[in-house]
């Protein structure tokens, strides 16, 4: 199977190339920095599965991985993480990832998972699979795009504007959020959200 590793850090980066390339199964067709790259070598690799770090510069593994399903590439997914977050998985999900997965899995597993994938199955780091059945994102897409801009600093009046709604109504979904967040407000609110993933 032909594969694509984005990942920022180079020497992760290296690492994993080097190590899935001494099995007999896998090629590393092209390593990326960033989301955007990635996008361009799986346009000019055409490789069976990209492999996914989430945080990355310019455009992120979920980007990628949404911008994949939209353009519907035959390229699978598997995302790689150091993140244990709900929000992540569920979008990653969305997004028609095949795999979640630690970053810090032995290299055994993940040959195991691209495998797996590879033959059109899923794979999800059994550390992670528990956390993520048990948390539901409690909040509307909207509620979780108020409290995104609320995130960024933006006053309830700015947002308003920004997504055309009235100042009241904004107020209303924040209050909706920190109340199903069982926050002490909104800065709170927040914390939660992103603590979780949710705002992701």
Do not use: H
Request: include cysteine; glycine fraction near 8%.
């Amino acid at each position: 199977m032909r594969v694509i590793i984005a990942e920022d850090q180079a020497m992760l980066r290296g690492a994993l190339s080097a190590l899935l390339d001494m099995e007999d199964d896998i090629e590393v067709v092209g390593q990326a920095a960033n989301g955007e790259q990635a996008l361009a070598l799986v346009a000019e690799e055409r490789p069976d599965i990209c492999l996914l770090d989430i945080e990355m510069p310019l455009m992120s593994g979920l980007d990628v991985a949404e911008r994949l399903k939209a353009e519907q590439s035959s390229c699978r997914v598997v995302i790689l993480t150091t993140f244990s977050r709900a929000g992540y998985f569920q979008r990653a999900i969305r997004a028609g990832a095949k795999g979640f997965l630690l970053k810090d899995s032995p290299i055994e597993e993940l040959a195991a998972a691209l495998r797996s994938v590879y033959e059109g199955g899923r794979a999800v780091s059994p550390e992670l699979a528990l956390t993520f059945w048990e948390a539901e994102n409690p909040l509307t897409e909207r509620e979780r795009e108020v409290l995104k801009l609320a995130a960024e600093g933006l006053s309830a009046g700015d947002i308003a504007k920004r997504l055309y709604l009235t100042a009241g109504t904004v107020r209303n979904y924040l209050s909706e959020a920190i109340q199903k967040l069982e926050a002490k407000n909104r800065i709170d609110a927040i914390g939660i959200a992103e603590k979780n993933g949710w705002l992701a």
